[in-house]
């Protein structure tokens, strides 16, 4: 067996313990997990519900807001972000994590939350501990020190009940773009980033934690980070399919989790920002590469997306494109997300089947098969 192939059937979510034993038992079953049908309970949910497992919202402090438990308990919500102001100490956050999953909700929505975090390593790590060293530093010291950031970044994390890492960084950082200036990315060639970002996904997944890979399908060329300012990558169709979708066909063909579409513009595919465009979201992530697993925005509050529109539009334009989950890092944001949707679903504006109900059964899917409470505290 080659040592890429070899790598492709690694990627799984398990027990911390024994990962080469434990990848390779169960690396021959992620092809069929991931082809199972999508939950029917899907089809039994209300049209509010279906709604609400297509989003996930950020809060201030470190105690959930009212109105967002409210949320939560109605069955409207897929999961949270937490960032820095929602971690003040490692007890505070396994309190705020139980705090949230111990929320009632309703039948066929009681499995766990997806509690997400961004902890790429760097720069952009919300919580102390690992990993402990940037993607840049990953991506020179190779796989097997990347795997092992990986796994100890699960161990963490599951300490505390997070059970959804918006890591790794897949984007091909070519130099003095943004990526490579922040070191966020892997390596300036897509087989380096195939090598060693991928292990690093590996080592969360067998940690009982879902990796994210991010930001498809590439932000490697944006001189700006997409928080702060609209990007067009002017790169050719050959281009972005021969070199910054690379790693993700690796990524994807090893059973990864997640994917997170970039909020930057991809004019050889469409005018509109990735997440909202159906040839990157449903085309090429989908049907091109063969993703099945759960997609995601970007925040959809940045700079990159501020001027396509608000909350109501970019809700109806990402379902539209095919991608799973809109990510709003302001609940009430998220709220009028919600109410745009539901009125789509009423209106018929969204079709409530199959598309609509296929993104919901993913998302259901990806909550049953997350591990229902926090492991052991590191």
Do not use: W
Not at 214 to 229: I, M, R
Not at 256 to 269: D, K, N, Q
Not at 290 to 301: C, N, P, Q, Y
């Amino acid at each position: 067996m080659g040592t890429a192939t070899a790598r492709r059937r690694r990627i799984a979510v398990g027990a911390a313990g024994g990962l080469a034993l434990a990848a390779f038992a169960f690396g021959a079953a992620l092809s069929d997990r991931h082809s199972e049908p999508l939950p029917s309970a899907a089809s039994q949910l209300s049209l509010s519900e279906l709604a609400g497992q297509r989003l996930v919202a950020g809060f201030p402090g470190t105690a959930a807001p009212a109105p967002l438990r409210r949320t939560i308990r109605r069955g409207e919500l897929a999961g949270v972000i937490l960032f820095e102001g929602n971690l003040p100490d490692r007890a505070g956050v396994r309190r705020l994590v139980a705090e949230l999953e111990s929320i009632p909700r309703p039948p066929g929505l009681r499995d766990p939350l997806l509690i997400m975090v961004d902890q790429e390593g760097g720069l952009v790590k919300r919580l102390g501990g690992p990993p402990r060293a940037s993607a840049q530093r990953m991506g020179v010291a190779g796989a097997a020190f990347s795997r092992q950031q990986g796994r100890d970044t699960a161990a963490s994390l599951r300490g505390v009940g997070i059970n959804v890492d918006l890591a790794p960084v897949l984007d091909v950082a070519r130099p003095g773009g943004t990526i490579a200036a922040e070191e966020r990315g892997f390596g300036s060639t897509a087989t380096q980033v195939a090598d060693t970002a991928v292990p690093f996904a590996e080592g969360l997944q067998a940690g009982g934690v879902a990796a994210t890979a991010k930001h498809f399908p590439g932000l490697g060329a944006a001189a700006e980070n997409t928080d702060f300012a609209v990007q067009r990558i002017e790169l050719s169709r050959r281009t972005l399919r021969a070199v910054d979708e690379r790693p993700y066909r690796d990524y994807v063909a090893g059973g990864g989790e997640m994917v997170m579409l970039s909020t930057a513009i991809y004019p050889a595919f469409s005018p509109r920002p990735a997440a909202f465009a159906r040839q990157i979201a449903s085309g090429e992530l989908r049907d091109r590469i063969g993703f099945d697993g759960v997609s995601i925005t970007d925040a959809l509050e940045s700079v990159a997306v501020r001027d396509f529109g608000g909350p109501a539009k970019v809700a109806i334009a990402g379902a539209k494109a095919g991608t799973d989950l809109l990510l709003f890092t302001d609940y009430r944001a998220a709220a009028s997300a919600h109410e745009a949707m539901l009125r789509g679903l009423r209106g018929r504006k969204l079709r409530r089947r199959p598309p609509f109900e296929a993104s919901v059964g993913r998302v259901l899917r990806l909550r049953h098969r997350l591990p229902a409470k926090a492991g052991p505290s590191r």
